[in-house]
């Protein structure tokens, strides 16, 4: 059974702080692993998608890493923000076909210090 | 394109009671998506559909929970004879084949809480 891992369940740091969260999984045959951010009572926002042959996807100030023969991503936020608060969840999925469920980590909830 | 919309956002029901959640995904994604969230843990997967097809359901899924998705658009989760087990956020994603990364859609999430 695919298990996600998010350590620490809380961080936090001062404005301006570039930081890295840790998402590890148990089994690495994965199709490809999703970042998520999720406001406080608000659903989840795809932040990015890291196929199972990448090494890391980018979008502004964030950038995703796989380590799959390893069983870890990464996601580097640069130059953090107060509005980058919240929290930040990974989740791996198995295959492409019908069964092809998410499986999520707990989360990381960040909170930036202005 | 409007994004997963749920309906409602937020019920408050009595114990025994039955509830329904409405999901209109992103226009023409074919698969559908239901997890429930509690706080502090990540969403977990009750079920999925492929069009109208619903191809896997979690054994969190017990007999009182139902889901459809009749014309492979729209999808209902109905639970019935509600526990206070079953307060928790109800979320909606959905995806399309046609993206290659099959990047998955949440919507806002529907909030139960059974008093």
């Known amino acids: 059974k695919q298990e996600v891992t998010q350590i620490p369940a809380a961080l936090s740091v001062p404005e301006g702080e570039n930081l890295v969260l840790n998402c590890s999984f148990t089994?690495?045959?994965?199709?490809?692993l999703q970042w998520f951010r999720q406001d406080p009572g608000k659903g989840l926002t795809s932040l990015l998608l890291i196929q199972s042959s990448q090494r890391e996807q980018t979008s502004g100030r964030l950038n995703a890493s796989l380590d799959k023969s390893s069983g870890r991503s990464t996601l580097y936020i640069a130059a953090s923000q107060p509005g980058d608060s919240a929290t930040y969840l990974c989740?791996?999925?198995?295959?492409?076909?019908?069964?092809?469920?998410?499986?999520f980590g707990k989360g990381i909830t960040l909170s930036v210090r202005p | 394109d409007t994004g997963v919309s749920q309906n409602p956002r937020h019920k408050i029901t009595k114990r025994g009671q039955n509830v329904t959640f409405r999901c209109d995904p992103i226009?023409?994604?074919?698969?559908l998506y239901w997890y429930r969230q509690t706080l502090g843990q990540g969403p977990e997967f009750l079920t999925y559909?492929?069009?109208?097809?619903?191809?896997?359901k979690s054994r969190l899924l017990s007999d009182r929970f139902s889901a459809e998705r009749p014309k492979g658009s729209f999808s209902t989760l109905e639970i019935q004879r509600t526990e206070q087990g079953d307060s928790a956020m109800y979320l909606c994603?959905?995806?399309?084949?046609?993206?290659?990364?099959?990047?998955?859609?949440f919507g806002e999430g529907s909030w139960l809480t059974v008093v």
């Open positions: 559909f492929q069009n109208e097809a619903q191809l896997e």
């Open positions: 226009s023409e994604h074919n698969r």
């Open positions: 989740a791996v999925r198995p295959g492409p076909g019908a069964n092809s469920k998410l499986t």
């Open positions: 089994d690495s045959a994965i199709y490809n």
């Open positions: 994603a959905s995806s399309s084949d046609r993206d290659i990364g099959n990047t998955i859609y």
